[in-house]
């Protein structure tokens, strides 16, 4: 196998969609693709982690963003790295409107629905990636 996937999601403290990204990314990373996804924290970016930007520049890049802010795509772009998909929590939700995460530190069984499905999406662009090579 040639490129690994880098998924990076926000950091989203505070907001139930960004935890929903992250919870999505492990599910994505442990159970749905293992071992063609990895990921890793994207405070590293900020700081300039030689060994993280060396992960990332070997890598197609997914950002998964908890809002409009786009957090997650703006501090891969300041390193001057291209993503190759950058996907909002929100464009799952739209299918599934009756789903809303219980709370932040709990999503409760709808807001891990959610991740469930946002994983799907992340992993059929893993897929699409793939294909590409
Ligand atoms: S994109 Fe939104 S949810 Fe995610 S870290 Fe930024 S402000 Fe928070």
Redesign the pocket.
Known sequence: MGKKILVLP??????A??EI?RQATYELAEDLKPGQVDTLCLGRLMIRDPEALERMEDSFVITV????????LKNVEATGKKVDKAVRTLEVFKDHRDLKPEGVLNLGEPGFKLAHYLAEKLSGEVDCRMKEE
């Open positions: 926000c950091s989203g403290i505070g907001k969609y960004g990204g963003d908890g809002c409009a802010k786009d957090c997650a």
